[in-house]
């Protein structure tokens, strides 16, 4: 969950996750999401810190990786995917700000892309707001706000078997890290 700091690393070799029949549905995800994030006592209970993101582990539905997310003013999550998982995330206080792309973008196999142009798409999210992500989602999430705190709830099936980082130059987006859930 940290900002990646080192510039390259090994590529990526894990498959996809695999989904079980039993597997919570994106709305189930979405459900759990905005239930959190409407117990303002649960919020409130984070810590929050001005110099970086904190973060609690919650348990998700029908064995999803789920986070309570605190966002200090200006913190940002630098371009990722989710390792091939799909989810969602709820704004549960402040506001937050994705940018994304379009087009669903191979999860490995590439660690250079040039975008075509207007493929970026930018979404607001204020509190209460949210949205689902399928297995190929490649964004960012910012809090722009030059003062306020953001809080945020996320959930992922399966759970996040890595996230890879990467970097975006005008149109080139490039592979830079790959994270494991011990690094985060
Ligand atoms: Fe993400």
Redesign the pocket.
């Known amino acids: 969950m940290t900002t990646p700091t080192a510039a390259s690393t090994a590529g990526p070799t894990t498959a996809a996750p695999t989904v079980s029949p039993t597997a919570p549905t994106a709305a189930d995800l979405l459900d759990f999401a905005r239930k959190v994030a409407a117990d303002h006592a649960l919020v409130g209970e984070l810590p929050l810190d001005p110099e970086g993101r904190t973060w609690v582990r919650l348990e998700g539905p029908g064995g999803a990786e789920a986070w309570l997310i605190g966002w200090p003013p200006g913190a940002e999550?630098g371009w990722?995917d989710?390792g091939g998982s799909y989810g969602v995330f709820v704004t549960a206080a402040g506001e937050l700000t994705e940018s994304s792309l379009a087009v669903p973008l191979p999860t490995e196999g590439w660690r250079s892309l040039e975008l075509a142009e207007d493929l970026d798409r930018e979404r607001i999210l204020p509190e209460g707001a949210g949205r689902a992500f399928g297995r190929s989602h490649v964004?960012q999430?910012e809090n722009r706000s030059p003062t306020g705190h953001a809080v945020s709830v996320h959930a992922y099936y399966p759970p996040l078997p890595l996230i890879r980082r990467y970097s975006r130059k005008g149109s080139t987006l490039r592979l830079e890290l790959v994270e494991k859930p011990e690094e985060w």
């Open positions: 999550t990722h989710h964004h999430v």
